[in-house]
């Protein structure tokens, strides 16, 4: 069986990573990794690749940035020849970026079943651009891993097939635990002088909260409240760095007192950081899911999230920029949440998504596959 496995962005490598590991040593299979070349930047991209072990790309489809049509369209354009050169019979899409919808048509298209890994997430605002990802891609693919019960419940609400779903857990934590080790050993921490438990980790890149100069200013501000509390340490994202310069905000940010202004940092290093935070502060999607494992409190700086679960059973809790400090202040005092793990996500859900996809094989016909 032939299987290309996509990945686009930052938050795709650690999806991606641990179905290769489980995938590259099957026989029955045969594995192109195809990178549609979103994230490009060194610390974006060849970092992850390097910690989490993956060899470089089979394919590289070197798109780059642009508008949601350029970065889609172009992605479907390169994709579309890739898959008519050399024709895959299971395309493998993960999380809500750009390439997932972009490679998810391509193969809807061409009939060449397409699999999600990490689908049913909606956080029900259209206005983000990712939630038009994730309910273009599950209306169309054809099988559906999920993390959780919720997920399963909104394909359920959405008229998808139950024999198109399989609840797999969250692929995000198979990566922490393959790296587990070497993230306890890196040093990051004590390279950047910060004592375990003593420090705000912060990481912000959302459109609505960096795009605005109203909106980032207002953010900025808080950050260098809470920084006068506990040393701060922020690794910007490019598109925050961007709008940071752009806006004239970028001096504030630099001279804040206690506020370390870092370049994005690898998996390892980053994890090394969260692990160790008495707090963090982000808009992230997997920093969400990746603090209620870990049990470490979450400020999350949005109105919705898709991923409910970190709040119900875990240690997330949605903010606005004005509740940012009182919501730190109660942390600090003590009140910290109290989160469980959720089910499945237990480092296992690359084996399920591995199994699933040999159940399947022996009841798909060849003749739809080639
Ligand atoms: C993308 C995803 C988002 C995900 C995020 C993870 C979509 C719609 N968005 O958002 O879901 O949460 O990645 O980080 O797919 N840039 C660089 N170097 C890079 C990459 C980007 O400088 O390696 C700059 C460029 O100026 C670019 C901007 O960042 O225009 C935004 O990048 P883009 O990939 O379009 O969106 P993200 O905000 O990264
Ligand atoms: N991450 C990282 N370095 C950083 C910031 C984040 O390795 O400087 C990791 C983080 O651990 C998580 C993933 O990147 O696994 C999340 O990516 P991001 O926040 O960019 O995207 P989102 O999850 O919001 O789509």
């Known amino acids: 069986l032939r299987i290309d496995l996509i990945a686009a962005a930052r938050p ?10 489980a995938l590259c040593t099957q026989s029955w299979c045969r594995l192109r990794l195809v990178h549609t070349g979103q994230h490009y930047d060194r610390n974006m991209s060849e970092a992850f690749f390097r910690d989490l072990k993956l060899p470089s790309p089979d394919l590289n489809l070197g798109v780059g940035s642009g508008s949601h049509a350029e970065q889609t369209a ?11 050169d050399d024709r895959p019979n299971l395309i493998v899409v993960v999380g809500d970026v750009n390439a997932t919808v972009a490679c998810t048509l391509v193969g809807a298209k061409l009939c060449i079943p397409v699999a999600h890994l990490e689908a049913g997430l909606r956080s029900r605002d259209r206005r983000m651009p990712e939630e038009i ?44 635990e393959l790296m587990r080790e070497r993230i306890d050993a890196s040093g990051e921490r004590s390279r950047l002088g910060l004592e375990k438990r003593e420090y705000v980790v912060v990481t912000l890149h959302r459109p609505s909260n960096v795009d605005g100069p109203e909106s980032l200013n207002s953010l900025i501000s808080q950050l260098t409240g809470i920084a006068a509390r506990l040393p701060l340490v922020f690794p910007v994202h490019p598109r925050t760095r961007k709008n940071l310069e752009a806006f004239g ?9 206690d506020l370390q202004v870092i370049e994005p940092l690898g998996y390892v290093d980053f994890m090394n950081l969260v692990c160790g935070a008495r707090l963090i502060i982000t ?19 949005r109105a919705t999230t ?11 809790r949605l903010v606005t920029a004005a509740e940012l ?46």
């Open 325 to 370: 400090v009182p919501a730190v202040d109660e942390i600090l005092a003590g009140h910290r949440p109290d989160g469980r793990k959720p089910q499945l996500w237990d480092g296992h859900a690359a084996a399920r998504v591995m199994a699933d996809i040999r159940n399947r094989l022996l009841t798909v016909p060849h003749s739809a596959t080639e």
């Open 74 to 84: 172009n992605v479907m354009l390169a994709y579309e020849r890739a898959c008519v």
């Open 249 to 257: 905000l970028w001096p504030k940010l630099i001279e804040a007192h």
């Open 283 to 301: 808009d992230s999607g997997g920093v969400q899911e990746e603090t209620t494992y870990l049990g470490i409190p979450c400020l999350t700086l």
């Open 133 to 176: 990802n994730r309910l273009v891609t599950d209306a169309v693919a054809d099988i559906l891993w999920t993390p959780s019960p919720d997920a399963d419940e909104n394909l359920a609400a959405e008229g998808i097939p139950p024999e198109k779903v399989t609840r797999v857990g969250n692929i995000m934590i198979d990566s922490y």
């Open 12 to 21: 795709n490598f650690m999806k991606v990573a641990p179905l290769f590991h």
């Open 306 to 316: 898709e991923r409910p679960i970190t709040i119900t059973e875990g240690t997330n």
